[in-house]
């Protein structure tokens, strides 16, 4: 009300009302790093000229094909060079990306396409058969342009199919300015759509602007936090379809990074030949790739890298030390979700920990982190909504508010998912303490209560996984006459290895309270993992089930 009434006395500041566009990531890099290099596994190196190049006939090929402003072009593709230029040229002339999750079922496939009703699908020629057998449930898609991936996938033969290669060579290359088709209203435009995976309900759309992207991609890129240069080589890991790649393409773009792209495979051996041979410095990924890559670390030379980041869920510290200890670099916590860009919280030990003992450093990297600029988090109660303490030990849902988080989702009433002064609610349980370090005690739908009482499945998680033949694990609720849920540890093993129940009860015993203890052990070859690369607790309660 006060600053209401002073409102009359402010003054507008004098500065040049210029709005945040992706158009001017594109721009910046064919501008000032023409000559850095994009690299796709398989796929051939190429640079940022060639890239702008080919998105400004892409442009015009949109235009050809009949897309309209603020229409939705989707891409169905691996992290690749042309779907590079696709995250360039679809938002550059106002258009909406819709990057979808290629390994989705069929059903939530079909659901978001026509949710989203996308006009253009973009798709990796290996990926047709996963997505050409929905075709006839799919009849908002108008056209379907196929990406060359090295395969030789048979193409159907329809008329509604391109090729992208074909395309972009017919079509005249859009020769003006694209930032300066954009207006200061125009920065809130659309200018990318993903969809979170629904695991209860529907997936949801998650709408981003063109601010929020470039606010986002600025936080990233803050010295401190990721902290992109132009002499890194940025290998985003985590793919493009999964929130923007985490913002690692744009951030790369804008600070004149060499990029190299994985393309489809996802085996060890190859991320890790291809992190020596290019000499990355900065890649992302979810821990599940990790761990897959700790074993081999040491037969490859990976001395140029400087930061690793891991989210999507806790990365083990066990995990995180591994890499600390074999290539003198830990893997960078981070705490985000599709709602929020998807960069909310990075981790990692500031000033104050340099002091530390080696245990405590441990534990802080451990922790989420603390807040991006520009975001803000706060904890309340489940019950009552009430803000909670900062004090590192009340646990309450968190709740976030930020110029990148979502306000609402795409099309469907949000009301419940959002508190009555806009923060959005993240369904995840953590504790925040007096110098604002997020600690995720655990997913409100994945904690388990036990005789009235919390058990963190994260904590308990993160204690199994630090057992040395522990490859993955992920500790799931059974229903419990007595206790109303009893916790049971789904484990896969290194193999060979002989390893107990009974010795991995012993090995958590110091660490846990008694009663955290998993009633069973259930040991299996792998887990089964989301879309995303997660570990997959929805699969293993269902299994459980079932069993
Ligand atoms: P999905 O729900 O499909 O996994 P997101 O990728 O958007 O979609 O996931 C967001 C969720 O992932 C968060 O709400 C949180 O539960 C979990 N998560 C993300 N980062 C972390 C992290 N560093 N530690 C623990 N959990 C995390």
């Known amino acids: 009300m006060r600053l209401e009434r002073f409102r009359g006395d402010a003054m507008d500041g004098l500065m040049q009302p210029r709005p945040l566009t992706i158009a001017h990531i594109l721009e910046r890099a064919e501008r000032l790093f023409a000559h850095k290099e994009i690299v796709t596994a398989g796929a051939g190196r ?56 290629i390994r989705l079922p069929a059903e939530h496939l079909e659901y978001i396409v026509n949710h989203a009703e996308d006009d253009v699908v973009f798709v990796d020629r290996g990926l047709l058969p996963r997505i050409w057998p929905s075709v006839d449930r799919l009849p ?75 606010l986002h991609c600025l936080g990233t890129l803050a010295a401190g936090l990721i902290g992109l240069c132009e002499s890194d080589v940025v290998l985003p890991i985590v793919p493009m379809f999964h929130a923007n ?56 030379d990976l001395s140029a890298t400087r930061f690793l980041l891991g989210g999507g869920s806790a990365v083990p510290p066990a995990l995180s030390e591994t890499y600390l200890a074999a290539i003198g670099v830990p893997i960078t916590h981070s705490w985000g979700m599709t709602e929020v860009s998807p960069v909310g919280v990075i981790g990692g030990t500031r000033t104050q920990h340099r002091d530390a003992t080696a245990a405590d450093q441990v534990a802080v990297r451990a922790a989420q982190g603390q807040p991006l600029p520009l975001v803000n988090v706060r904890i309340a109660d489940v019950e009552t909504g009430e803000e909670l303490p900062r004090d590192g030990r009340a646990v309450g849902e968190l709740q976030v508010a930020g110029p990148w988080v979502a306000g609402a989702y ?71 006459p007595r206790w109303m849920e009893r916790p049971v540890a789904c484990v896969a093993l290194r193999e060979g290895s002989a390893t107990t129940a009974d010795e991995l009860r012993r090995h958590i015993t110091p660490m846990v309270a008694k009663w955290w203890l998993p009633d069973e052990f259930v040991f299996m070859a792998t887990l089964p993992k989301t879309g995303t690369g997660k570990l997959s607790k929805i699969a293993l309660r269902e299994s459980a089930r079932t069993a």
Request: charged content about 20%; some cysteine.
């Open 46 to 101: 190429s640079t940022y000229a060639e890239v702008a190049g080919n998105t400004r006939r892409l442009a015009t090929a949109l235009d050809s094909l009949g897309v309209l402003p603020g229409a939705r072009v989707a891409t169905f593709a691996s992290n690749s060079r042309r779907h590079l230029e696709l995250y360039l040229g679809v938002p550059a002339t106002k258009r909406v990306l819709h990057s979808i999750n």
């Open 410 to 480: 795409f099309r469907v009433d949000s009301a419940e998912s959002f508190t009555e002064d806009g923060w959005l609610r993240t369904g995840d349980l953590a504790t925040i303490d007096a110098q604002g370090y997020l600690r995720l005690v655990d997913r409100m739908k994945d904690l388990i209560k036990s005789g009235g009482e919390w058990i963190s499945s994260v904590e308990l998680e993160a204690a199994i996984a630090s057992h040395p033949d522990v490859v993955e694990v992920a500790v799931i609720a059974r229903p419990d």
């Open 245 to 300: 790649a985490w913002g690692l393409p744009y951030g790369a773009m804008m600070a004149g990074a060499a990029l190299v792209l994985p393309g489809a495979s996802a085996e060890p051996g190859h991320l890790l030949r291809l992190m020596a041979a290019e000499r990355v410095t900065v890649a992302g990924a979810v821990p599940t790739v990790w761990t897959s890559l700790a074993p081999e670390l040491r037969a490859h």
């Open 140 to 214: 908002v898609v108008r056209h379907w342009v196929v990406l060359p991936d090295g395969t030789d996938t048979p193409i159907p033969a329809d008329p509604r199919i391109s090729g992208y290669d074909e395309l972009i060579s017919a079509a005249e290359p859009f020769a003006g300015s694209f930032e300066d088709t954009f207006a200061l209203a125009d920065e809130n435009l659309a200018a990318g759509l993903c969809y979170t995976s629904g695991t209860t309900g529907p997936p949801k759309g998650v709408l981003y602007s063109h601010r929020s992207t470039i």
